[in-house]
T-cell receptor, first 111, second 115 residues
Framework: KQEVTQIPAALSVPEGENLVLNCSFT??????LQWFRQDPGKGLTSLLL?????REQTSGRLNASLDKSSGRSTLYIAASQPGDSATYLC??????????FGGGTRLMVKP | GAGVSQSPSNKVTEKGKDVELRCDPI?????LYWYRQSLGQGLEFLIY??????PDKSGLPSDRFSAERTGGSVSTLTIQRTQQEDSAVYLC??????WGGGGYTFGSGTRLTVV
């Protein structure tokens, strides 16, 4: 059974810092890995999708990497802003019919 | 539609009543998923549809929960005889195919409160 762990569970940083969120998974036979953002009381917004054959994806200030063999992914956020404050969720698709989510990292960026 | 649409956005119901939650996926997406997020908890997989069939119902928490999908599009999640522990945000997602082609797109969810 796939298990997904996200570290840290919570993170508070001053505005402008570069930061790294970590995601690890136990079963490396994945189809893809997706990073989401969730604002309080809201649904999930997709940030980046990495297919199993890819090593990384970039969108604006966000960069996500994937190392299947070691079961790890990182989400790098450059020059963080208060608007980046949210919960970031890592989700792995290895069954082709569902996502397994990590517990999330709750990020607070202070002005 | 442009995104995954869920209705209602909020639902308050009395314990013991039945509720129906609706999900309208992105047009052309053949796979549809229901998840549940309880307060302070992670996302819990409930059920998955490929077309109109549900090959995986393993996540439904009890026989009070059922779901259907008609015409390969709209899906309805029904909870009978609601209990307080059913209070949660119910999220629907769709993808191009069962292999998560193009990734998963989530709706804004239905916040269910059972009083």
């Amino acid at each position: 059974k796939q298990e997904v762990t996200q570290i840290p569970a919570a993170l508070s940083v001053p505005e402008g810092e570069n930061l790294v969120l970590n995601c690890s998974f136990t079963d490396s036979a994945i189809y893809n890995l997706q990073w989401f953002r969730q604002d309080p009381g809201k649904g999930l917004t997709s940030l980046l999708l990495i297919q199993s054959s890819q090593r990384e994806q970039t969108s604006g200030r966000l960069n996500a990497s994937l190392d299947k063999s070691s079961g790890r992914s990182t989400l790098y956020i450059a020059a963080s802003q208060p608007g980046d404050s949210a919960t970031y969720l890592c989700a792995v698709d290895n069954a082709g019919n569902m996502l397994t989510f990590g517990g999330g990292t709750r990020l607070m960026v202070k002005p | 539609g442009a995104g995954v649409s869920q209705s209602p956005s909020n639902k308050v119901t009395e314990k013991g009543k039945d509720v129906e939650l609706r999900c309208d996926p992105i047009s052309g997406h053949t796979a549809l998923y229901w998840y549940r997020q309880s307060l302070g908890q992670g996302l819990e997989f409930l059920i998955y549809f490929q077309g109109n069939s549900a090959p995986d119902k393993s996540g439904l928490p009890s026989d009070r929960f059922s779901a259907e999908r008609t015409g390969g599009s709209v899906s309805t999640l029904t909870i009978q005889r609601t209990q307080q522990e059913d209070s949660a945000v119910y999220l629907c997602a769709s993808s191009l195919d069962r292999w998560g082609g193009g990734g998963y797109t989530f709706g804004s969810g239905t916040r269910l409160t059972v009083v």
